[in-house]
């Protein structure tokens, strides 16, 4: 990853606007989904829990996007497979995941991973997900508050910024009309 795609999301994080709280849960919630291996999934989940997370939606989509992405794509499932299988009594095969992850990379649609998810059985699901969440749990946790420390602090930024600039325009007493 380059320079330019950090400060990208840099300048979208930046801009988001409203509650320090909502954009961390947004966040938190972003993350979560994104470590997660439910990747045709990524974005209805983050609207739908976000809307009953009272959480920014744009916040979660975009902490989704830069943590799941194609470099940090084979080690999240790869991390997940392994806290899965060590954590649940089902065992899984590597090379069964490994046919998954190359149908969701392909770019086949949606229908076809669909298809492909479907028919790991409940047993697999069950294994990637119970790994995914252990393994995104942490990070969630340290992107809430990381994030609400960040937009604190911004806000408080842009509160006193505003505060100057009103100060430099406000007229003294001296020169105002009775």
Not at 96 to 117: C, D, W, Y
Request: with cysteine.
């Amino acid at each position: 990853m380059n320079r330019r795609f950090f400060r990208y999301y840099y300048l979208r994080f930046i801009r988001l606007q409203g509650d320090p709280k909502e954009i961390a849960r947004g966040i938190a919630l972003g993350i979560f989904i994104g470590i997660t291996p439910t990747i045709p999934l990524h974005t209805i989940l983050i609207l739908v829990l976000a809307l009953f997370c009272r959480a920014s939606k744009l916040a979660g989509w975009l902490a989704s996007c830069v943590v799941s992405n194609p470099f940090t794509f084979f080690p999240q499932y790869y991390l997940s497979w392994r806290l899965g299988t060590w954590l649940t009594p089902y065992e899984l095969s590597w090379e069964r995941i490994h046919e998954i992850m190359a149908v969701i990379s392909g770019h086949s649609g949606f229908q076809q991973t669909m298809e492909e998810l479907s028919s790991l059985g409940w047993h697999a699901i069950a294994v990637m997900v119970a790994g995914g969440s252990v393994l995104a749990t942490p990070f969630a946790i340290a992107g809430y508050f990381l994030s609400l420390y960040f937009y604190r602090a911004l806000r408080r930024k842009r509160q006193r910024q505003r505060a100057e600039i009103l100060a430099d325009y406000e007229p003294s007493n001296d020169q105002r009309y009775p």
